[in-house]
Every structure is written in C-alpha cells, then in structure tokens.
C-alpha cells in the first residue's frame, strides 16, 4: 500500500482537519479495516457554542506505529492504542466526526503541529464532546468501575463508607491517561466528557464522582468553569484562562509528556497570562534547553542567569530571604503557616497560607524567597551544595496580600542574597544526591556566563557560594548551622584564591565573603569584591559591617577602600552597640 501524504492546511489561523471514521456492520472486528475520510474544517463561526465533532483524548501508548487505517486507500500508521480506540468507536451504520491529535495534525511538519499546538484548546472547547478513551478492560478495573457506578447511587449515609472501594478505584488512576499533562487541559476544556473502554458502555465523566479523586485534576474542572466567558478573535491566541503558567507549572510539571515541550506547550492554553507571548508559542524548531529557559526568565525576570540541561535548570539571581515554612498540614490542599521576617515586608509573625496540591510538596523548614525582577516569592529548599525549587511562584489561594505583592517588592530595595537554585523537573522530591550532576551543572553555567571578566569571576562565584548560604541561615536564626560552615567558607575561599587565613583568626567573627576578605586584610579581593558587593552589607547574625571588621583588625588600607565608596557609615552600630569607628579608636 501507498503511504498517506498529508496535503498543506488552507492559509488562515483557524483552520483544522477532522476524521470521518466510516461505519462497518461489525464496528469492533479487527478483521476489517478502518476506512477514513480526512477534511478541512474552519472554527470561524465563534458565535458557535459547539461544533458537531467529538475530540479523543488518550495516550498514544508509545511511538511506534504498527498499525494502519486506510485514507483515500493510503496507509497511515497508528500506534496500537490509537488503532483499538478507533475500532471501539466505529458505528454500525453513522459516520463518526472526530478529532485526533495524531491523524488531524501532520506531526512531520513542524511548522504546522506548533500552528495546530496553538488551536488545542479551542478544538477541545467547541467540540460537543471529548471522548476519553483509558483502553482495555480488566478485572480490577472492571471492580473499579463497579464501585464508581454504587457511589454514585449510593445516599449520604451510605457515601461515608466508600472508602472501602478506594483501593481498586485507585487501580484505574493509575493508568496513564491519567499521568498526561495533555488531559489537564482537554478535559478542563470539554464541555461534556465520556469515558471509553474496550468492552463496557460509555460513561459519563460528570455522572461518576469518584473519576474526581483526581484532586488537581477536579480543581481545574470546576476552575474552568468560572473562567471568562470573553471569545477572542481569530488574532488572539485562545486560552482558558484558569490560572498563571507559573502557578499551572508549579502544580502539573511532573505529568508526563512523550515531548518534554508539551509540558509547557500543554499548560499555555490553560494560562491566565499572555498566551501570545512570542519565546512561549508552541514552536518545536527549537531545543527544550532553549524553551525551558525561557519559561523561568518569563516568570522570574530578565534579570536571573539560567542554564538547563535535560528537565533539569541551574538558576542565579541577586534575591532576598522573605520568612520561612513554620508548618504544614495537608488534605487535597496544603496549608501552610509561614513566619516572616519583620524587617523585610513589615508583615511579622506567621500568615497562613493555602496552596493547591504542587509537583513538589511543600515541606516544614521550607524557605520563601523573592528574586530581583520576580513577582512572585519562590518556595526552596536547602540542600547539602545549593537550594532545590518546590514552588518557582508560590500563589497561595487565601492570601490576603496577593494583590499587594508587586507594591511589596517594588518598595524593597535590598537583594543582598545571590542565590544558586536548581530546578529539576525529574525529581518530584527535588532532590540531586548525586553531588556530581551539580557539578556538572554549575560547571555547564559557568561556561555560558561567568559574573565578570576574568578568570577572577570564577573564583568569585565559587567562592560567593558558600558565604552566602551562611548569610541565607542567618537570615532564618539557624545560626548553628550557619556557624557549622564557616570553615568550609574560609577553605573554599583559600583554595579559589590561594591565599591563607590569618593564624590568629581575626576573622572569626566575619559571616560574609566581604567582611571575611576585609578582616583578613587582603586589599586586592576587596577590590574586585566592591565591584558587585554592597560595602556596608551586614551579617545576620552580629550584625556587624566590613568596615567594622576591617577597623576591628586594624587594616588601614581597607579601612581606606571601603569609606572612599561613599557607601559606608562609620558610626553604624552592630547589635552589641560596637561602631568601626569606636573599634578603629580602641586599635589607636
């Protein structure tokens, strides 16, 4: 047979295929093969609420291609499960009008599937209904079912003991459709939802409450259904608008996609933010390097250095530390109480906060940050070498200043925290121990960009690492923890510039890289340390300033260096009330 050769779309934005699957007097019988017609169809009439197709919804069960259906007697090649969904579906007597992802889309031409990626939502939306096809029928999910059909006609009293089915409903949760980051958004979209199976009637998904169990997924449902009933024109790209992509990513990133694009390229027509933005639009020409950084500099800023290799980012910003995870309790959502630093956001004491289940689960000793140039604070975690992202924008639902945030930090003028983040889409846990895959990514980042010319800005950067974890514990009171890697600091410090500490440990005391090099006299790191540090940065802990250990250890010549920044005060106190200046009169 001659292989089906796709002919190009008709020019306009709006224009899709659709599948004629025909009718055969025995509609499920392999023996006969699947006749199909495919068609142009527009989706110009907007003012339509349905159009009188159906949209399948199913996995592909892997990329090999073993079966065919016949096109204009062409053969294309389906996977297996796409081929026993067809059959499933092929009437008596009526030709069915579907839409199928893998036949309606020419998945070799890759301007077109990015141009037919776009019109996903809209063809979920306006088709009468989604057929969601979950595959062959077994024992236990025959039970599974069984239990889903009584709850559903159980009553109140009797609902309260359907737990006792949850473990074989569970069974059919884990099935792969299930698993799709796909399915968030064709069945957020459907309008009316069946479930398909070899062997067994169709049911509706509305009917079945126990289909819900899926929280997150049931949560988009019902979001969907409030969001904005505004039909953009054919100019404007469609979405659903259900929440913003950072918040979408943060819950769904760890569904799985054949194309690691898809998942983000699946969430934009969920998003609430602009689905027109040019560096996010479903194109696959380009590498998913290159778009899984330009998803975090479109929710962090412009301003943060990104560098990714697989699923996994290694991201560095200037930042600052907000509070810190006191306690969390979780149901299907996670509520969390949150202490926050008085000095920064003047907020004090604990808030709480309730997130929707996330990819990653928020932890207790959790720490909440901000990223210069982000909108959202981040939820991260301290790990043996770097900080792991469990939330990239922490959007609480309940938060009574969420409409405050960007006042907030517009009104902050402190980001005094260089902060090293690693997001690893891999690992629901966001857990590298392999210490060699950071290695491998801080080494990849550094070639990319170092933080300034030189050999020198290696040194700094590595050197910055560890002294600004210690700041990051001061920052949250774990002053013993930050005490236990002082001497990791200064050896890193001492190997990166070959230099030795001073025998009498005039620099104990110090606690960041700045105040270190400043009380060990070395004039020449100072310099290039002025280039990017604030001079009257102060520790978090003693509350003391370079200049006060520069004065403290008598290095005049530093001492010198620092005031001539005009950037320092002489009389500023450390909280023992000790100024450089009473410390430079006790040294004469």
């Not at 070959?498 to 606690?511: F, I």
Request: hydrophobic share 40%; net charge neutral.
């Amino acid at each position: 047979m001659v292989p089906y050769r796709y002919s190009r779309l008709a020019p306009g934005a709006d224009n899709i295929r659709l599948l004629r699957l025909m009718p055969h007097e025995n509609e499920s019988t392999e023996r006969t093969r699947l006749q199909c017609e495919l068609f142009e169809y527009p989706l110009q009439d907007m003012r339509r609420g349905t159009h009188q197709y159906e949209a399948l919804s199913y996995i592909w069960g892997g990329e090999e291609k073993l079966c065919s259906i016949l096109i204009k007697g062409q053969d294309l090649y389906v996977t297996i499960n796409l081929h026993s969904a067809l059959l499933r579906l092929r009437h008596r007597s009526l030709a069915r009008i579907l839409w199928v992802d893998a036949i309606c889309i020419d998945q070799e031409h890759l301007e077109e599937r990015g141009q037919q990626v776009r019109l996903m939502a809209m063809i979920y939306s306006k088709a009468y209904c989604v057929i969601v096809w979950l595959g062959g029928m077994t024992d236990d999910v025959k039970g599974a079912l069984e239990c889903i059909e009584c709850a559903a006609n159980e009553d109140l009293t009797q609902r309260s003991n359907r737990k006792m089915g949850e473990t074989v409903v569970s069974n059919l949760l884990k099935r792969q459709w299930f698993q799709r980051i796909w399915v968030l958004q064709e069945v957020a979209a459907a309008r009316h939802v069946i479930v398909a199976m070899q062997k067994s009637q169709q049911l509706s998904y509305t009917a079945f409450p126990a289909f819900h169990s899926l929280l997150s997924l049931t949560n988009l449902i019902e979001r969907a259904g409030l969001r904005s009933k505004h039909t953009p024109t054919l100019l404007q790209p469609y979405s659903l608008r259900i929440s913003s992509l950072a918040e979408l990513v943060d819950m769904f990133r760890s569904r799985q996609a054949s194309n690691p694009r898809d998942k983000v390229y699946a969430l934009l027509g969920m998003s609430s933010d602009d689905p027109g933005t040019a560096v996010l639009q479903p194109d696959y020409n380009i590498s998913w390097e290159e778009l899984f950084q330009n998803l975090v500099r479109f929710i962090l800023g412009t301003g943060v250095f990104v560098k990714a290799i697989g699923l996994k980012a290694l991201i560095r910003g200037k930042g600052c530390i907000l509070g810190q995870v006191s306690s969390v309790t979780q149901d299907d959502r996670q509520f969390v109480n949150v202490t926050f630093s008085k000095e920064i956001l003047h907020l004090g004491g604990k808030i709480n906060w309730s997130f929707q289940a996330t990819a990653q689960s928020i932890h207790e000793r959790d720490i909440v940050c901000i990223l210069y140039g982000a909108s959202k604070p981040s939820i991260i975690r301290l790990r043996k070498d770097h900080f792991s992202i469990v939330a990239i924008a922490a959007t609480p639902s309940n938060d009574s200043n969420a409409l405050r945030w960007p006042e907030i930090f517009e009104s902050m003028t402190e980001f005094s925290r260089e902060l090293s983040l690693v997001w690893d889409w891999e690992d629901s846990q966001g857990n590298l121990e392999n210490q060699e895959e950071y290695k491998t990514l801080t080494k990849a980042f550094s070639q990319a960009r170092a933080y300034s010319e030189g050999d020198s800005g290696d040194h700094i950067q590595e050197a910055t690492k560890v002294w600004n974890d210690i700041m990051i514990l001061d920052d949250l009171g774990e002053h013993q923890n930050g005490d236990d890697r002082i001497r990791e600091a200064r050896d890193s410090y001492a190997t990166a510039f070959k230099k030795e500490n001073s025998p009498g440990m005039l620099s104990a005391n110090a606690r960041t890289l700045l105040s270190f090099v400043a009380a060990e006299g070395h004039e020449d790191i100072v310099k290039l340390l002025l280039v990017t540090a604030h001079p009257d940065l102060k520790d978090g802990k003693v509350g003391q300033t370079p200049l006060c250990l520069a004065a403290q250890n008598g290095h005049e010549a530093v001492v010198k260096l620092l005031l001539e920044t005009g950037k320092v005060g002489a009389d500023s106190k450390d909280k023992n009330g000790r100024t450089p200046l009473s410390w430079a009169t006790q040294n004469g």
